[in-house]
């Protein structure tokens, strides 16, 4: 976020294993690294906050602000440790936040359980009240039918109450008055309205949102109260914003009221530094790569400007399967992760077949080669066997890695049951990983309308600089980024972003019917409410804003997102519509459908403050290859056999160095794999940038 | 092993792995670009690759049960008719022949060659329901498949790239929804074309000349697998028997299950003859989903292709309703072959009792409510306007021998419900009730899933009409290994009139149509089930506190705690024959 007059700039970012701080002074960054303390999270932050800035010599109050973000409402709602919640609905529909979408996730799994819903059935509570779809009161609200609910709030000892009536995201005068009664008799209660924080139509999703919101409120708005009192106490007065799931940032009292945005803050703080350094690069079209230690999440990003999205899962029973979470419609950070990382599991299945993860050993007990117990194959492992990980230089030569315990685990797990020796089980785990990645990231792009051609791969995470050169040979990339700093990557990301918010209404229309002057004021009205948010966090920025509609041809089941001119629409922009309709769904299907009709569901507003946009910076002058710090054999994917590697410090290349494939890069945090059919080149930012030799 | 045969087992698992994908991606390209609802919300489609002798290396994950391999046996009557040797670049054939293709003239199955430097290297087939074939609409009611549509034969829908415009014009002229079915046919090709560019691609990556190496491996280790579990299972004839409400008669399905060394070989000897209205089945959907059946026990997590369908074989006498012959109607060929996966595991639950769930809703409930001009003439009122809202809905799952039986969930169909908000905002229906249907599931150790009650109206109090194609009213879902069934369905109106299961019937003005789902069957004895599992059921309003009593055996204090002491009681005075 820019407007820090040049002041120090702190980032925080909790994650499952480890608190992440980034600080910033000038163009000077300063980072550390605590564990995650569950109980009580604060008291990590405080302890890396007081890390860095002693590392940095920076008294805590010179910083201008500080930007967390946190996996709290997440950890909350996986854990089932939330507020105690009700759900109150129409009359006659206790139930459509359980049966969700009424089918299985798994075609071919009987044995499927469903995500148990966050407010069980006899915590859902009906109020007589209906209004239909153009948002008409068919019956009005029996308030009688609300009052009876005081006492078993108070006998159920809720803490919070979701308020999700049908068809409330075209008319809230229900669902605000039933909001009005409980506070008035109960001033305590948390309350949320499905029609405040998710005013989309389709009921099961915008109860599901509502549900998961009220039921982390109470708990972060505490956390939140805690943090800034503690931050006060060591003199940092600076505001306090919170990074939200969709890339923007927030004021504290957004945060609280619509806590469930939080949930993916740590994922966006990564896709936005890598969007940035997309920016740096003159890239246009990027596919960023974050692959660690559970994990890989691919995300496309086309212009500096990540994908996004308005539906998450949380909670996914199956881990990676599509519908097996909670449906969350919030914004977000669209990307695809899957057990892809360097603790996935390896292992031979049924059919002879090799497959890794989802399962992953986490750093407890941790790959093989940590010889910490853990006696399965990783991803991990099949690096090192492949030679890809020095074992004497891996983390800086803090972990002692035991090479042999590597290839036993192989050995013992995979090569055994095909029969195949040490270092081709290993590049076995290891073309299988690869592979699942690429087909992800290349059915992601699917989903998306998204093609790969001339895309450059961004990779940071751990895992990512091992396999990113051979990801991008199957994927046909050209390019790849290492950028620096990625172990903390995220908490850095959080410094790139803008303050932002999105506004959301369901409205459904004929684009022929059009109500232009319903629409306009609809429009003023989600402007208003998203540049008062926005303000609060940037008093004097100039803001940029975004509209979009969700169209589709009449009886299609999914919108598409058509952008829509940021001013007063009249009656010619029917046409401008249709066009920005026609051009979009062309680009996405590759064809239109000339004649047929076109409804809108949904228009969203996002209003955010600039974010300073960086310019290309030219490559450096090229430098002579500094000296190898030292050769290994590493078993090549295309020689299919050991080849002589060089091996660099990534410390001794200066901008402009050029070091040719085969090679290893190593740093502190990762291995950069140089294929022999890449070149590296250090560039003016320090990221390592690898080029493809064109075949001659 | 030689480095170099074990090199090329890794290659041969990475290019299994990637057309698995490429046909994933095939399947994608046709969800978002379908214009049929039941594509979209209930993945009512199905994507594969293909050698030239028309055996299927791989088929996408998303798709349809109802396909599962007939689409498979569709590609090599494309063949028959047009050999591949024949075929050219840009070349797109076309059928909805429900014999040939997957059973109901809504299908249609469209195959494309895929050209790698100018040979054909191998066919991408694909298949989708599309929203309309013309006839008398989908439903049970016509009495022979000329009433039901449309029929297109095998033929071109594009040569050499240039699409059949004779063809296109002909479905134009003949279905309600012209530029939506002609919509879904480009996509269908689209999906084909998307599919081969990727197997190009991939053939050039790993410098592939031709599929049959990879094609023998991935069928031949697919075959094993399958084998493999098959052999694990106890050798013998198993016979099940189930019986569905049919259309105006009961109908029996009478299976024997013979479980061999070789295979499992599914006959349907005995079962019902054919029916006079469109709930027949052709053959090829008979397979589909008695195949499916057994695979959601046997042979799980093998992928499907030639290799893994061929170990499972199923027949049906000619002339039965499940091998059904032209010209039968065959519209609503869906509600027979919900039931058989249920007839399968009844079979196998005597080779497996252990791994067996009870008898569930199996057919889903799919309201089809039409209004306006023409349907609704029998009033003197205004119509009102002319709409067609097709909404899928399920009854409870059956218990599994671990776990209960999942609250209206759709099995075996695949389907996934669209919002009611959405319905009521695209038609002038506004629903009065959906929610869980109290004491609806069989009780068990395992309590079968509870259905759902549903209550349709016209908002603007207009009659209408559904067409109904229900089941489960007559004989509801049976429990297993002493487990009760579940509760029957029930069609009513709102003033109480009972309505029929199958055909159209018109919903009055200001009246109502109340839909109550069965439930599916217990597992195990259910004086056998945890009380405090049935103090909750009873907390959360899906078993009554009498049934907890009458059913469970268990008593309740005021408060909803078990009380141990009478639980205890009641439970000791039951009966001796019915314990064990």
Known sequence: MAGSDGRARLAVDIGGTFTDIALEVGDKLHSAKVLTTPQAPEEAVMQGVDLVLRQAGVPASALAFVIHGTTLATNAIIERKGARTALIVTEGFRDSVEMAFENRFEQYDIYIEKPKPLVPRYLRWPVKERVNAQGEALTPLDEKSVQALLPLIKKHKIESVAIGLLHAYANPAHERRVAEILRQALPDLWITLASEVCPEIREYERQSTACANAYVQPLMARYVANLEKRLKAIDLVGPLYMMMSGGGLSTVATAVKFPIRLVESGPAGGAILASRIALECGLKHVLSYDMGGTTAKICLIDDGQPQSSRSFEVDRVYRFTKGSGLPLRIPVIEMVEIGAGGGSIARVDALKRITVGPDSAGSEPGPACYDRGGTLPTVTDADVALGRIDPGLFAGGTVKLAPERSGQALAQAVGQQLNLDGPLAAFGVSEVVDENMANAARVHAIERGKDFAARALVAFGGAAPLHATRLAEKLGLDTVVVPTGAGVGSAIGFLRAPVAYEVVRSRYMRLAKLDIALVNAMLAEMQKEARDIVRAGAPDAVLHERREAYMRYVGQGHEIVVDVPVRTLTQADLATLQQAFDATYGQLYGRTIPGMEVEILTWTLSVASPTERPMPQALPPSRPTPAAHGRRKVFDAGKTDFVDYAIYLRDDLGAGARVPGPALIVEQQTTTVVSPNFDALVDGHGYIVLQRRRAA | ?580
């Open chain 2, 1 to 580: 092993m030689t480095q170099n045969s074990a090199l090329s087992q890794i290659h041969m698992q990475i290019m299994w792995n990637r057309l698995i994908a490429v046909v994933e991606e095939q399947a994608q390209t046709l969800i978002r670009t379908a214009f049929s609802n039941t594509v979209r919300e209930a993945g009512d489609l199905s994507a594969g690759v293909f050698d030239l002798e028309g055996r299927m290396l791989a088929q996408a994950v998303t798709g349809t049960p109802g396909h599962v391999n007939a689409m498979a046996a569709a590609v090599a009557h494309f063949l028959a008719k047009f050999p591949a040797a024949g075929m050219r670049e840009g070349d797109v054939y076309i059928t909805n022949n429900p014999w040939q293709g997957t059973g109901h003239l809504h299908d249609f199955t469209v195959v494309s060659p895929t050209f790698r430097n100018n040979r054909i290297a191998g066919l991408f087939a694909c298949t989708s329901h599309v929203v309309d074939v013309g006839g008398r609409g989908w439903g049970t009611d016509a009495r022979q498949v000329f009433e039901e549509g449309l029929h297109v034969p095998i033929m071109p829908l594009a040569s050499q790239g240039k699409m059949n415009e004779m063809l296109l014009e002909l479905v134009r002229a003949n279905v309600r929804e012209p530029i939506t079915v002609e919509g879904d046919l480009y996509s269908l090709a689209a999906c084909n074309e998307a599919g081969s560019r990727r197997l190009v691609e991939m053939m050039d990556e790993f410098d592939l000349e031709m599929l049959d190496g990879l094609g023998r491996h991935i069928i031949e280790n697919s075959t094993h697998a399958m084998l493999e579990e098959i052999r694990a299972l106890p050798a013998g004839v198993y016979r099940n028997h189930l019986r569905v409400d049919g259309y105006d008669t009961e109908l029996d399905l009478v299976a024997a299950m013979t479980i061999g060394p070789t295979g499992i070989d599914v006959d349907f000897t005995g079962t019902s003859g054919e029916s006079p209205r469109g709930i027949n089945v052709p053959l090829t959907y008979t397979q589909a989903y008695a195949s499916f059946g057994v695979r959601c026990l046997i042979g799980s997590t093998v992928p499907n292709n030639a290799g893994s369908l061929g170990t499972v074989r199923v027949s049906a006498p000619e002339g039965s309703i499940l091998n059904a012959r032209p010209p039968a109607a065959v519209g609503a060929r869906h509600i027979l072959g919900h039931f058989l996966p249920d007839t399968m595991l009844g079979c196998l639950y005597q080779a497996a009792p252990e791994r067996t769930p009870a008898e569930g809703a199996s057919c889903l409930w799919n309201a089809l409510l039409y209004g306006g001009h023409g349907f609704a003439g029998a009033t003197k009122r205004d119509p009102g306007p002319a709409f067609m809202l097709t909404c899928f809905h399920a009854g409870g799952a059956g218990a599994r021998p671990s776990r209960d039986g999942l609250n209206a969930t759709a099995f075996p169909s695949g389907v996934r419900n669209t919002p009611l908000e959405v319905n009521e905002a695209i038609s002038p229906i506004v629903f009065t009730r959906k929610e869980y249907r109290c004491d609806s599931g069989g009780p068990g150790r395992q309590r079968g899933g509870v259905g759902q009650v549903m209550e349709f109206t016209h908002g603007g109090g207009a009659p209408f009409v559904v067409s109904a194609m229900f089941d489960r009213v007559k004989n509801p879902a049976r429990g297993r290994s002493q487990g009760k069934n579940g509760a029957h369905g029930k069609v009513l109106t709102g003033s109480g009139r009972k309505l029929n299961t199958k055909g159209q019937q018109l919903i009055p003005a200001d009246d109502k149509l109340v839909l109550e789902m069965p439930g599916g069957g217990g597992y195990g004895d259910a004086y056998a089930r945890d009380p405090a599992a049935v103090a909750l059921d009873v907390r959360d309003g899906l078993v009554s506190r009498a049934a907890a009593k009458r059913d469970y055996g268990v008593v309740l204090t005021g408060s909803g705690r078990v009380n141990a002491e009478a639980t205890a009681r009641l439970r000791a005075e039951r009966p001796r024959q019915a314990a064990e």
